[in-house]
Antibody, heavy 118, light 110 residues
């Protein structure tokens, strides 16, 4: 069965970086892309970016340009999302999701809570 | 991109139908037939309910349907059930391999 298992919760200080992993299994990794979506406490979903199938090309929401990097390791079927220069308003649950057409996300990870606090 | 506009809340009684709207622009909802809808229960990851405006993934009841007219997409849930109470989010392709979510709608089953 398809599974996306994310790394554990993180606590970071303002200005630090965080790297969240998303290990996938149960499907051919390169046949699907991965979107990263975050959700601040009590708030809605926010699309952060997409790393495409096959090519591994990345596209990020303008809001995160220059501060986020999404990568994949095809040898371990794992996706990564690194967010730098963290601020308190980056406190959120970060989700990875498998998909196509960027916005068709059919399997999701369990979410990783990133807390930014001094 | 700006978030798509959804009503903050809707409600209905069991057995009734409700419709949730999702309004964007010609650069997102109106420009592509790539609108998805997600259901999220508290503390859980979102679940895909509708994709490509009106297609249902396997396992999603046919009580859930989607449509689009111009810059506004809609999710209709017929025969409301208690377990449908959740938050619903629309999501649209916005060009150049980017996406945008709506602000979310809380559905209350009375």
């Amino acid at each position: 069965q398809v599974q996306l298992v994310q790394s554990g919760a993180e606590v970071k200080k303002p200005g630090a970086s965080v790297k969240v992993s998303c290990k996938t299994s149960g499907y051919t990794f390169i046949n699907y892309g991965i979107s990263w979506v975050r959700q601040a406490p009590g708030q809605g979903l926010e699309w952060m970016g997409w790393i495409g199938d096959y090519s591994g090309n990345t596209n990020y929401a303008q809001k995160f340009q220059g501060r986020v990097t999404m990568t994949t390791d095809t040898s371990t079927s794992t996706a990564y999302m690194e967010l730098r220069s963290l601020r308190s308003d980056d406190t959120a649950v970060y989700y990875c999701a498998r998909g196509w057409e960027v916005v068709v996300l059919d399997y999701w990870g369990q979410g990783t809570l990133v807390t930014v606090s001094s | 991109q700006s978030a798509l506009t959804q009503p903050r809340s809707v409600s209905g009684s069991p057995g009734q139908s409700v419709t949730i709207s999702c309004t964007g622009t010609s650069s997102d909802v109106g420009g592509y037939d790539y609108v998805s809808w997600y259901q999220q229960h508290p503390g859980k990851a979102p679940k895909l309910m509708i994709f490509d405006v009106n297609k249902r993934p396997s396992g999603v009841p046919d009580r859930f349907s989607g449509s689009k007219s111009g810059n506004t997409a809609s999710l209709t849930i017929s025969g409301l059930q208690a377990e449908d109470e959740a938050d619903y989010f629309c999501c649209s392709y916005a060009g150049s391999y980017t996406g945008v979510f709506g602000g979310g709608t809380r559905l209350t089953v009375l």
